[in-house]
């Protein structure tokens, strides 16, 4: 059975940068789905980013083209943040599925707070 951890999460100014690091452990198949969602206070969990092991192709919601990047390298997932905002703030789960978005299995969550 597929868990996830994350790690990395934090306070950081407007502007600022942050990488959250997703450990997978446990046999992930080769159409598995790795993603990023995020839910801030008081909304929705919303997609922030996928990774298809299969092919390499990138997902990434509107909000985030061009700001974050989502890599793999072996067994951990990464979501790397820039030009962050207070909009971005909300605790990010680490995601894995067959199918995208990829919604099966969940991390923990990580906190981030981007401050004004």
């Known amino acids: 059975q597929v868990q996830l951890a994350e790690s990395g999460g934090g306070l950081v100014q407007t502007g600022g940068s942050l990488r959250l690091s997703c450990t997978i452990s446990g046999r992930t198949y080769s159409s598995y789905i790795a993603g990023w969602f995020r839910q801030a206070p008081g909304k929705e969990r919303e997609f922030v980013a996928a990774?298809?092991?299969?092919?390499?192709r990138t997902y990434y919601t509107d909000s985030v083209k061009g700001r974050f990047t989502i890599s793999r390298d072996k067994n951990t997932l990464y979501l790397q943040m820039s030009a962050l905002k207070p909009e971005d703030t909300a605790v990010y789960y680490c995601t894995g599925g067959a199918s995208y978005p990829p919604e099966r299995i969940w991390g923990q969550g990580t906190q981030v707070t981007v401050s004004s």
């Open positions: 990774l298809r092991q299969s092919t390499g």
